[in-house]
């Protein structure tokens, strides 16, 4: 017998709210200042790719959009770079999403780095574009600091999905 490592535990129907507040506090997340340190994820790009690639029909390319303007506010950088990047990462996420859900944790981890590395990419291209010189290759930490993190965050994120292990025979599901 083989042993897996898949989970036998069955998810709920995610509820839109816990979407919209873990977008929300993604957001948050990335307006604190330590955003700017080598190395600090954004938050916005990874819970966004995780809705996106679990539940793809609820989070698209609308949610990157409106997600990416405020993160260019907040930022004050030239408005579209984070709506430009986040819709990429948003698609690609989306096109990948029945293939990576296939795959354990781990393994969505390597698929979606290379996303993470293009919504990077995009954000220093527009600023270059805009006149900016290049910030320099540990601009690109953060990418790889988001894959770190896709595991764990995918963890925290699923958890109010997961039926009780103890079966309760009063409630229907």
């Known amino acids: 017998m083989q042993a897996t490592n898949k989970s036998s535990r069955i998810l709920q129907p995610v509820r839109p709210w816990f979407i919209a507040v873990s977008l929300f506090l993604a957001l948050l997340l990335n307006m604190l200042p330590p955003r700017n340190w080598p190395g600090m994820p954004d938050w916005v790009m990874l819970v966004l790719c995780f809705w996106a690639v679990r539940e793809w ?3 698209g390319l609308g ?8 993160m260019d506010v907040a930022d004050g950088a030239a408005l579209g770079q984070h709506a430009l990047a986040y819709v990429l990462l948003s698609f690609g ?19 979606v780095m290379p996303l993470f ?13 805009a006149g900016s010189d290049f910030p320099g290759l540990l601009q690109f930490a953060s990418p790889l600091v988001a894959t770190l993190l896709w595991v764990p965050v995918s963890l925290i994120l699923l958890l109010p999905q997961y039926r009780p ?8 599901i």
Do not use: Y
Request: proline content about 4%; overall charge positive.
């Open 93 to 111: 996420a989306t096109s990948l999403s029945r293939r990576m859900l296939w795959f354990p944790l781990s393994q969505q981890a390597l698929h």
């Open 63 to 70: 949610w990157a959009f409106v997600l990416g303007l405020a």
């Open 165 to 172: 292990v103890d079966r309760d025979e009063n409630r229907p």
């Open 117 to 129: 590395l293009l919504a990077q990419g995009v954000q220093i291209l527009c600023r270059m574009l």
């Open 57 to 59: 029909r609820k989070v």
